[in-house]
Nanobody, 131 residues
Framework: QVHLVESGGGSVQAGGSLRLSCAAS????????MGWFRQAPGKEREGVAV????????AYADSVQGRFTSSQDNAKKTLSLQMNSLKPEDTAVYYC????????????????????????WGQGTQVTVSG
């Protein structure tokens, strides 16, 4: 069982920055994918950034490409999301998530930006951008 806990949310003016962190309760091996998702009121949950837990190039949603950067430190069991040039439309509850697949699938297909693949979720942290 993997428990995930997010931190670092808050309120910021448009154009500002925030950094989110996700702490895992246990070591996550390289057969896992991890990611950040968000859900705004009245909208479906959407993938923001996903990457292999063992390291590798993240995949980003078009809406955050060039503004958000995700990285992982498996030794420290943490995942982070650096959010720059924030916009009011980035306002949402942000979730950290993970799912177990196989290293072969990760190498062949990458990690999914679809939330249905993920079965481990944090409790979420609110990000509010005013402008």
């Amino acid at each position: 069982q993997v428990h995930l806990v997010e931190s670092g949310g808050g309120s910021v003016q448009a154009g500002g920055s925030l950094r989110l962190s996700c702490a895992a309760s246990t070591y996550i091996d390289n057969s896992y994918c991890m990611g950040w998702f968000r859900q705004a009121p009245g909208k479906e949950r959407e993938g923001v950034a996903v990457l292999p837990a063992g390291g590798g190039r993240p995949a980003y949603a078009d809406s955050v490409q060039g503004r958000f950067t995700s990285s992982q430190d498996n030794a420290k069991k943490t995942l982070s999301l650096q959010m720059n040039s924030l916009k009011p439309e980035d306002t949402a509850v942000y979730y950290c998530a993970a799912y177990k697949t196989t290293l072969w699938k990760i190498l062949a297909q990458g990690c999914s930006l679809g939330s249905s693949e993920y079965n481990y979720w944090g409790q979420g942290t609110q990000v509010t951008v005013s402008g």
